[in-house]
């Protein structure tokens, strides 16, 4: 789904994928609460108001992970067994 808010991720923000972990699993320091911090945290997909280049999962962007916007979300996930 794209568009409808940027997806917040757990991963840390990074410029490049080099170092990145061999299998899929969060690529953060540490799994915390942001308040007190400048950590910058991985957004994608676009939102609601974004240009349609930025409506699709590969784009990635970078936001102070305490920014609250009414188009900054999350995705529900279900694990289907």
């Not at 799994?31 to 910058?40: P, Q, R, Y």
């Not at 108001?49 to 995705?75: K, M």
Request: aromatic share 14%; glycine share 4%.
């Amino acid at each position: 789904m794209h568009g409808n808010v940027w997806e917040w991720c757990a991963d840390d923000w990074h410029d490049s994928y080099e170092e990145a972990p061999k299998v899929s699993q969060i690529w953060a320091k540490d799994i915390k609460n942001h308040e007190d911090d400048e950590t910058k945290k991985l957004l994608r997909g676009g939102s609601w108001f974004s240009n349609d280049r930025y409506c699709r999962s590969a784009h990635r962007y970078s936001f102070n992970a305490r920014i609250q916007d009414d188009n900054y979300g999350f995705r529900v996930v279900c694990v289907v067994r």
